[in-house]
């Protein structure tokens, strides 16, 4: 069973920055495709950057593309959420999920991520 352990959100202003840290266990990290997910009280899960098991790959939506960068670090069981020059919007609970998956390659589709973290709170002020 993988266990992911969110960390690193806040309280912080428009147009400031947190960087958001994931660990897992479990599993070889490596070959795991992991993924951030937001979500606001009421809404839908909203997916927010994914990266594959090398690192190489990385995608985000066009509402944070340019503000957040996805990293990790297998050796030490680690992703990280960079986010910069935030807005209000982007107030949610965070959220690592993850999948294992023999090729090199992560995904927007939330159905695909078999493993949830418990989330940490960003909240943006304006």
């Known amino acids: 069973q993988v266990q992911l352990t969110e960390s690193g959100g806040g309280l912080v202003q428009a147009g400031g920055s947190l960087k958001l840290s994931c660990t897992g266990s479990g599993m070889p990290f490596d070959r795991l495709h992991i993924g951030w997910v937001r979500q606001v009280l009421g809404k839908a899960r909203e997916w927010v950057s994914c990266i594959s098991q090398s690192g190489i790959k990385t995608y985000y939506p066009d509402s944070v593309k340019g503000r957040f960068t996805m990293s990790r670090d297998n050796a030490k069981n680690m992703v990280w959420l960079q986010m910069d020059n935030l807005e209000p919007e982007d107030s949610a609970v965070y959220y690592c999920?993850?999948?294992?998956?023999?090729?090199?390659?992560?995904?927007?589709?939330?159905?695909?991520?078999?493993?949830w973290g418990q989330g940490t709170q960003v909240t943006v002020s304006s």
């Open positions: 999920a993850a999948s294992p998956n023999t090729v090199d390659y992560c995904t927007s589709r939330l159905s695909d991520y078999k493993y």
